[in-house]
C-alpha cells in the first residue's frame, strides 16, 4: 500500500509541476483560490475518518469542524474563482459590456 | 436492489470513481493556461471534486450522517457568502484564509485519528508518520495563514514583528521541539498529551514564522503556505490510502512552491531569507540609511498639469501597485484609460510580478474594471518600451520602481529585478505622502528631474485627472 501511495504521490507531484508551469502570471490569482478549492479535497479526509464507529464526543466535534473547513474551502474556493474567472473572460474589446461567451 | 448496492460500494468501482476525480481536477488545470478556457477548466475541476466526495460517501461503513450534514451546512453556509461578496482588492485575505482552513482540517482529522486508533495502535508505520507530519504542516499552515490574514486585514499591525536576534533560535527550536514530539509519537508512545504539546509547538511555529514577515513578501509568504496546505493535504492521503487527496493534495503542493519561487526570484531574495524575515525591519535600517540624502528635489504636480500631459501623449503606461488595490481604484484608471484611448493616446500596464499582495493581485483588479488582458504587459515586455513611452504613471507602486535596486549596492532591495520607469520621457507618481514604502526605503524615483508627484489617495487623484481631462 505505501509503495503505491509514494506512486502515485510522486507522478502527481511532477504532473503537477508541469501543468502549473504553464499557467500563465495573469491567472496566478484565479490558481491560487482554485487550488483552495482542490485542497478542500481534505473533505474527503474528514469524511472517512467520522464514519469510523467509536468516535467520542470530543472527536464528533472537531470532526464537524473538519468538515465544515473542507467544505468553506471547496465551495467558497470554487464559487471565487469562478467569479474571478468570469471577469477575464469579458472581452470588452467585442461588446461593451456582458460580452457573450463566444 | 441488492446488487446495485453492493455494486456501488465496490471498492474497485470507487477506485475508479476516484481516479476520474483527480483526472478532472488535472484536466481542468491545464484549462486554466488561457483566459478563455479558465471558466470551463474550473468548472470541470469542481464537478471531479464532487465526484470525489460522492465516492467518499459511498464507501462501506460511512456513517454518522448527522454529523456529516451538519458540517456541510455549515460550511456551505459560511462559504457561499463569503465567496459571493469579496472584493477583489480582498483576494489576499480572502486566499490566506482559505490556505488556514484547508490546514485546519488536516490537523483536526490527524488528531481525530490519532485519537480513534490509540495513538495508532495497530496501524503500519508509514500511516503514523504521515498522519505526524500531517499534523505539524496543518497546524504550521493554519496558524501561519491566520497571522497572515490579520496582517492582510490590518486586523494585526503590518510591519514585522520580530523577537530581534533570539527569532531565528526560537523559530528552529520550536520547530525542533514539534519534530522531536513527532519522532516520540511514530516510536510508539500513546499519549495524547505529547500529540497536543506536538500541534502547539507546531502552532506557536506557524505563529512565529510568519509575524516577522512585512507586507511586501506577503506574495511569498500565501503561496509558500499554499504549498504547505496541499502538501499536509497528500500526506494525509497517504495516511488514509485515499488516491484523490494524495493527487490534489500534490497538485497543490507543486502549485504553490513554483509560484514561492516565481515570487522570490522576482524579488531576487531567496526564500529562507524571507522567512527569517524583518525586511524594513532592524536589519534593514543601516542599507536604507546608508543611501543616504538623494541630490535633487521633489517636484509636486497639480491633477490639471497631469492631464495636460497625458492628453499629448502618444504612449501611457500605468503601473498599479498596491496603493490602487487600497483605494479600490482600478475603475477609476480604467475610466481615465478609456478617456486617453478616445483621444488616441495609447495605454497600457506594467504588472511586475510582485506589485500587491499576491501573485496575479493586479491583473485581477484590473480584469474586473474590464481592462483588456492584452494591455497587460509583463516586466520583460515592458521594461524595453519605457524609453518609448511619453508617461509613466505611477499609482500607488513603490519598490518595485526604485532605481536604487540597480544602482545602490548597500539597499536592501539592491539586485531586484523592477520596472524602469524612469527611462520613461517623464513620471508621474500618485502617491499619499513622501513617506517611504513598506520596506522603509527611500525612492530615487521621486528626487529625478523627469518625476513629478501628485500627491493624494489614488482614486480621488485619478478621478481629478480624468474630470481635467474632459476639459481640455
Same mark, same amino acid.
Given at each position: 500500500m505505501l509503495v503505491t501511495n509514494l506512486t502515485i504521490l510522486v507522478l502527481a507531484g511532477f504532473i503537477g509541476f508541469a501543468v502549473i508551469s504553464k499557467i500563465p502570471n495573469t491567472l496566478h490569482t484565479p490558481l491560487m483560490s482554485g487550488t483552495n478549492a482542490i485542497h478542500g479535497i481534505v473533505l474527503l479526509g474528514a469524511l472517512l475518518v467520522v464514519?469510523?464507529?467509536?468516535?467520542s464526543a470530543f472527536n464528533k466535534v472537531i470532526l464537524v469542524i473538519a468538515i465544515a473547513f473542507g467544505t468553506i474551502n471547496i465551495v467558497g474556493g470554487f464559487l471565487v474563482t469562478d467569479r474571478m474567472l468570469e471577469m477575464f473572460k469579458r472581452k470588452p474589446t467585442s461588446t461593451p459590456k456582458d460580452g457573450e461567451p463566444k | 436492489m441488492i446488487l446495485a448496492t453492493s455494486f456501488f460500494h465496490n471498492q474497485n468501482f470507487l477506485r475508479v470513481l476516484y481516479i476520474v476525480a483527480f483526472a478532472l481536477f488535472i484536466y481542468g488545470l491545464m484549462g486554466l493556461t488561457g483566459p478563455r478556457t479558465a471558466v470551463r477548466g474550473n468548472r470541470i475541476a469542481a464537478v471531479g471534486m464532487a465526484i470525489a466526495v460522492i465516492a467518499t460517501l459511498l @464507501? #462501506?461503513? /460511512?456513517?454518522?450522517w448527522g454529523l456529516i450534514v451538519l458540517g456541510v451546512a455549515i460550511g456551505t453556509a459560511v462559504g457561499i457568502p463569503a465567496a459571493r461578496r469579496v472584493r477583489m482588492t480582498a483576494m489576499p485575505q480572502m486566499v490566506a484564509l482559505f490556505n488556514g482552513v484547508g490546514g485546519g482540517a488536516v490537523f483536526l482529522i490527524a488528531w481525530a485519528e490519532f485519537r480513534n486508533t490509540g495513538g495508532y @495502535? %495497530?496501524?503500519?508505520l508509514y500511516v503514523a508518520v504521515f498522519s505526524v507530519f500531517a499534523a505539524i504542516v496543518g497546524s504550521i499552515s493554519f496558524w501561519g495563514s491566520n497571522i497572515a490574514f490579520g496582517k492582510l486585514q490590518e486586523l494585526?499591525? %503590518?510591519r514585522p514583528i520580530t523577537l530581534g536576534a533570539l527569532q531565528q533560535p526560537v523559530n528552529f527550536l520550536l520547530g525542533a521541539i514539534a519534530i522531536g514530539l513527532g519522532v516520540v509519537i511514530v516510536a510508539g508512545s500513546h499519549s495524547e498529551l505529547v500529540f497536543v504539546l506536538m500541534l502547539l509547538s507546531a502552532a506557536l511555529l506557524g505563529n512565529a514564522v510568519v509575524l516577522p514577515i512585512g507586507g511586501a513578501d506577503m506574495p511569498v509568504v500565501i503561496s509558500l503556505l499554499n504549498a504547505a496546505t496541499g502538501l499536509s493535504a497528500a500526506a494525509t492521503g497517504v495516511a488514509l490510502n485515499n488516491p484523490a487527496l494524495i493527487v490534489a493534495g500534490m497538485i497543490v503542493g507543486a502549485s504553490g512552491s513554483i509560484l514561492t519561487n516565481l515570487m522570490a526570484v522576482a524579488m531576487n531574495r531567496s526564500i529562507p531569507a524571507i522567512i527569517a524575515g524583518g525586511f524594513g525591519g532592524g536589519g534593514t535600517v543601516a542599507g536604507a540609511s546608508g543611501a543616504g540624502a538623494f541630490e535633487g528635489t521633489v517636484r509636486s504636480t497639480s491633477a490639471a498639469d497631469v492631464a495636460m500631459q497625458l492628453a499629448y501623449a502618444r504612449q501611457v503606461v500605468v503601473v498599479p501597485g498596491y496603493g490602487m488595490a487600497v483605494a479600490q481604484a482600478q475603475h477609476v484608471v480604467r475610466e481615465l484609460a478609456k478617456a486617453l484611448e478616445s483621444r488616441g493616446v495609447e495605454v497600457k500596464y506594467a504588472i511586475h #510580478?510582485?506589485? %500587491?499582495?499576491? $501573485? %496575479?493581485h493586479m491583473n485581477v483588479l484590473l480584469a474586473e474594471a474590464d481592462? #483588456? *488582458?492584452?494591455q497587460l504587459k509583463e516586466m520583460d515586455e515592458i521594461n524595453p518600451e519605457f524609453a518609448r513611452t511619453d508617461v509613466a504613471l505611477v499609482i500607488g507602486a513603490n519598490d518595485v520602481t526604485n532605481p536604487a535596486a540597480h544602482?545602490? #549596492?548597500?539597499? $536592501?532591495? *539592491?539586485g531586484m529585478p523592477i520596472?524602469?520607469? /524612469?527611462?520613461?520621457h517623464s513620471v508621474v507618481v500618485i502617491k499619499r505622502s513622501m513617506n517611504p514604502g513598506f520596506a522603509g526605503i527611500e525612492n530615487e524615483l521621486y528626487f529625478k528631474p523627469n518625476t513629478s508627484m501628485l500627491f493624494g489617495d489614488a482614486k480621488s487623484a485619478v478621478a481629478d485627472i480624468t474630470a481635467e481631462l474632459a476639459d481640455i
Amino acid at each position: 500500500m505505501l509503495v503505491t501511495n509514494l506512486t502515485i504521490l510522486v507522478l502527481a507531484g511532477f504532473i503537477g509541476f508541469a501543468v502549473i508551469s504553464k499557467i500563465p502570471n495573469t491567472l496566478h490569482t484565479p490558481l491560487m483560490s482554485g487550488t483552495n478549492a482542490i485542497h478542500g479535497i481534505v473533505l474527503l479526509g474528514a469524511l472517512l475518518v467520522v464514519g469510523f464507529a467509536g468516535n467520542s464526543a470530543f472527536n464528533k466535534v472537531i470532526l464537524v469542524i473538519a468538515i465544515a473547513f473542507g467544505t468553506i474551502n471547496i465551495v467558497g474556493g470554487f464559487l471565487v474563482t469562478d467569479r474571478m474567472l468570469e471577469m477575464f473572460k469579458r472581452k470588452p474589446t467585442s461588446t461593451p459590456k456582458d460580452g457573450e461567451p463566444k | 436492489m441488492i446488487l446495485a448496492t453492493s455494486f456501488f460500494h465496490n471498492q474497485n468501482f470507487l477506485r475508479v470513481l476516484y481516479i476520474v476525480a483527480f483526472a478532472l481536477f488535472i484536466y481542468g488545470l491545464m484549462g486554466l493556461t488561457g483566459p478563455r478556457t479558465a471558466v470551463r477548466g474550473n468548472r470541470i475541476a469542481a464537478v471531479g471534486m464532487a465526484i470525489a466526495v460522492i465516492a467518499t460517501l459511498l @464507501q #462501506p461503513g /460511512e456513517g454518522n450522517w448527522g454529523l456529516i450534514v451538519l458540517g456541510v451546512a455549515i460550511g456551505t453556509a459560511v462559504g457561499i457568502p463569503a465567496a459571493r461578496r469579496v472584493r477583489m482588492t480582498a483576494m489576499p485575505q480572502m486566499v490566506a484564509l482559505f490556505n488556514g482552513v484547508g490546514g485546519g482540517a488536516v490537523f483536526l482529522i490527524a488528531w481525530a485519528e490519532f485519537r480513534n486508533t490509540g495513538g495508532y @495502535q %495497530g496501524t503500519a508505520l508509514y500511516v503514523a508518520v504521515f498522519s505526524v507530519f500531517a499534523a505539524i504542516v496543518g497546524s504550521i499552515s493554519f496558524w501561519g495563514s491566520n497571522i497572515a490574514f490579520g496582517k492582510l486585514q490590518e486586523l494585526l499591525p %503590518g510591519r514585522p514583528i520580530t523577537l530581534g536576534a533570539l527569532q531565528q533560535p526560537v523559530n528552529f527550536l520550536l520547530g525542533a521541539i514539534a519534530i522531536g514530539l513527532g519522532v516520540v509519537i511514530v516510536a510508539g508512545s500513546h499519549s495524547e498529551l505529547v500529540f497536543v504539546l506536538m500541534l502547539l509547538s507546531a502552532a506557536l511555529l506557524g505563529n512565529a514564522v510568519v509575524l516577522p514577515i512585512g507586507g511586501a513578501d506577503m506574495p511569498v509568504v500565501i503561496s509558500l503556505l499554499n504549498a504547505a496546505t496541499g502538501l499536509s493535504a497528500a500526506a494525509t492521503g497517504v495516511a488514509l490510502n485515499n488516491p484523490a487527496l494524495i493527487v490534489a493534495g500534490m497538485i497543490v503542493g507543486a502549485s504553490g512552491s513554483i509560484l514561492t519561487n516565481l515570487m522570490a526570484v522576482a524579488m531576487n531574495r531567496s526564500i529562507p531569507a524571507i522567512i527569517a524575515g524583518g525586511f524594513g525591519g532592524g536589519g534593514t535600517v543601516a542599507g536604507a540609511s546608508g543611501a543616504g540624502a538623494f541630490e535633487g528635489t521633489v517636484r509636486s504636480t497639480s491633477a490639471a498639469d497631469v492631464a495636460m500631459q497625458l492628453a499629448y501623449a502618444r504612449q501611457v503606461v500605468v503601473v498599479p501597485g498596491y496603493g490602487m488595490a487600497v483605494a479600490q481604484a482600478q475603475h477609476v484608471v480604467r475610466e481615465l484609460a478609456k478617456a486617453l484611448e478616445s483621444r488616441g493616446v495609447e495605454v497600457k500596464y506594467a504588472i511586475h #510580478p510582485v506589485a %500587491g499582495r499576491m $501573485p %496575479g493581485h493586479m491583473n485581477v483588479l484590473l480584469a474586473e474594471a474590464d481592462v #483588456p *488582458y492584452e494591455q497587460l504587459k509583463e516586466m520583460d515586455e515592458i521594461n524595453p518600451e519605457f524609453a518609448r513611452t511619453d508617461v509613466a504613471l505611477v499609482i500607488g507602486a513603490n519598490d518595485v520602481t526604485n532605481p536604487a535596486a540597480h544602482t545602490n #549596492p548597500s539597499s $536592501p532591495i *539592491y539586485g531586484m529585478p523592477i520596472l524602469d520607469v /524612469e527611462n520613461s520621457h517623464s513620471v508621474v507618481v500618485i502617491k499619499r505622502s513622501m513617506n517611504p514604502g513598506f520596506a522603509g526605503i527611500e525612492n530615487e524615483l521621486y528626487f529625478k528631474p523627469n518625476t513629478s508627484m501628485l500627491f493624494g489617495d489614488a482614486k480621488s487623484a485619478v478621478a481629478d485627472i480624468t474630470a481635467e481631462l474632459a476639459d481640455i
